[in-house]
T-cell receptor
């Protein structure tokens, strides 16, 4: 069965510092992987996705993630944090019949 | 191109009542999925509809039911509401073909409070 874990329910970084949000997954089939962002009282916005091909995926707002099959990881990074990046981030994996399984989320705080 | 819309945005019900939540898919999408997001947690898959039929279900009881209409809009119905049903309900639409299913795009959600 597929599952997603996100290390760290809360992460704080200084403005301008590197953002690293960790995601590990388990999947019995080649995974489709996603990162979504959720701002307070809003729905989910897709940041980026990995399906096949290049393992380094670039998304919106300067975020990128690297699929590492050997480590079953899909960590999200951004070189320089901005105040507007403060939000809840969810890693997700898509199963064989299109059900998307989400991790528990990581709340990112950006300190001025 | 319009995005996924949901109505109502907020809803308050009492225990034992029934509720219907609505979702309009993004233009060109033929598949709708529903998720429940409890406070402080990730979304949990309820079920998915494709071609007006349920196509996969998560670990939710039968009192959670749905419909998909010919225009691909959808409803989520919950009977005999319980306090634990209080959550943000998210709808996501996507396009599915014989070869693949594209990314799910989410609506803003309906916040349900059960008193």
């Amino acid at each position: 069965a597929q599952s997603v874990t996100q290390l760290g329910s809360h992460v704080s970084v200084s403005e301008g510092a590197l953002v690293l949000l960790r995601c590990n997954y388990s999947s019995s089939v080649p995974p489709y992987l996603f990162w979504y962002v959720q701002y307070p009282n809003q729905g989910l916005q897709l940041l980026l996705k990995y399906t096949t091909g290049a393992t380094l995926v670039k998304g919106i707002n300067g975020f990128e993630a690297e699929f590492k099959k050997s480590e079953t990881s899909f960590h999200l990074t951004k070189p320089s944090a901005h105040m507007s990046d403060a939000a809840e981030y969810f890693c997700a994996v898509k199963t064989s019949y299109d059900k998307v399984i989400f991790g528990p989320g990581t709340s990112l705080s950006v300190i001025p | 191109e319009t995005g996924v819309t949901q109505s109502p945005t907020h809803l308050i019900k009492t225990r034992g009542q029934q509720v219907t939540l609505r979702c309009s898919s993004q233009s060109g999408h033929n598949t709708v999925s529903w998720y429940q997001q409890a406070l402080g947690q990730g979304p949990q898959f309820i079920f998915q509809y494709y071609r007006e039929e349920e196509n996969g279900r998560g670990n939710f009881p039968p009192r959670f039911s749905g419909l998909q209409f010919p225009n691909y809009s959808s409803e989520l119905n919950v009977n005999a509401l319980e306090l634990d049903d209080s959550a943000l309900y998210l709808c996501a639409s996507s396009f599915r073909s014989l070869q693949r299913t594209d990314t799910q795009y989410f609506g803003p959600g309906t916040r349900l409070t059960v008193l």
